[in-house]
């Protein structure tokens, strides 16, 4: 392995070399000659390839969304995760694409997503920092289907709250037709009075929840024959209080 110290690094592969990125580096090492893969390591390609092809959806659904700078090793992480998560898709809940502050920094109750789509932040007292003047609150909603690889689509909603100020929640109704995986993030970026904070220690953005589609229970095996669904309704959480963009 040999680091890279060119203006113009490269990743891929030229002639015998190989260029990849670790941590920010770009690195070098030869390819080898002969390559032996046994069953299991056909497998751990197979796993790696699948989940590596969901954290490649998850990144496309919410880069272009998102205000914050992700850490360098987000990639490596979420590619991790997602193999760990062996297709149980909700296991991504949690997941910090700034690994240097949680939006549990600022919400030490935290919101929850009802089966109606609505995401409640609860009423609770704001944590306060030294210069921290606003907090500015972006929920990005995505709608992916894993199965044909498609961002179905995406929503994002914008609040504005002062911490000084007694927070009584907000409601937000997130609108993303179509079929597959509900991926919903929450980002708080910290407020100066002449702007957003460059701190890292500020700025925190994490998927909050995953909504999987639910089978109806008429369809599940044992279900009475003749008889309709009875899924549990969720009651409206209120109306929305929130500035699309």
């Known amino acids: 392995m040999a680091k890279q110290k060119s203006l113009f690094p490269y990743s891929g592969q030229l002639r015998d070399l190989i260029g990849y990125e670790r941590n920010g580096e770009h690195f070098l090492r030869r390819r080898p000659e002969i390559v032996r893969q046994t069953a299991a390591t056909r497998r751990a390609a197979q796993?790696?390839?699948?989940?590596?092809?969901?954290a490649a959806m998850i990144r496309k659904a919410f880069y272009h969304e998102l205000d914050i700078r992700c850490d360098n090793g987000h990639i490596n992480r979420l590619n991790k995760l997602m193999i760990n998560a062996a297709g149980n898709?909700?296991?991504?809940?949690?997941?910090?694409?700034?690994?240097?502050?949680?939006?549990?920094?600022?919400?030490?109750?935290?919101?929850?997503?009802?089966?109606?789509?609505?995401?409640?932040?609860?009423?609770?007292?704001?944590?306060?920092?030294?210069?921290?003047?606003?907090?500015?609150?972006?929920?990005?909603?995505?709608?992916?289907?894993?199965?044909?690889?498609?961002?179905?689509?995406?929503?994002?909603?914008?609040?504005?709250?002062?911490?000084?100020?007694?927070?009584?929640?907000?409601?937000i109704s997130l609108n993303v037709r179509g079929?597959?995986?509900l991926v919903v993030a929450l980002q708080v970026c910290g407020m100066y009075k002449n702007g957003p904070s460059c701190n890292r220690k500020y700025l925190a953005a994490d998927i909050i929840a995953v909504?999987?589609?639910?089978?109806?229970?008429?369809?599940?095996?044992?279900?009475?024959?003749?008889?309709?669904?009875?899924?549990?309704?969720?009651?409206?959480?209120?109306?929305?209080?929130?500035?699309?963009?």
């Open 47 to 54: 796993r790696f390839g699948v989940a590596s092809r969901k």
């Open 89 to 171: 898709n909700t296991a991504i809940t949690g997941f910090r694409f700034n690994q240097h502050a949680g939006t549990d920094r600022f919400f030490t109750v935290a919101p929850r997503l009802f089966r109606n789509e609505v995401l409640h932040i609860p009423p609770q007292i704001l944590a306060r920092y030294k210069g921290i003047t606003m907090l500015e609150v972006k929920v990005i909603a995505a709608r992916i289907d894993f199965n044909t690889h498609q961002v179905i689509g995406t929503e994002t909603a914008m609040l504005m709250i002062d911490p000084r100020e007694s927070f009584e929640g907000a409601n």
């Open 179 to 181: 079929e597959g995986t």
């Open 211 to 245: 909504a999987v589609p639910q089978m109806p229970e008429c369809f599940k095996p044992g279900y009475p024959q003749g008889t309709t669904s009875a899924l549990e309704t969720v009651p409206d959480a209120g109306p929305a209080i929130v500035q699309r963009e």
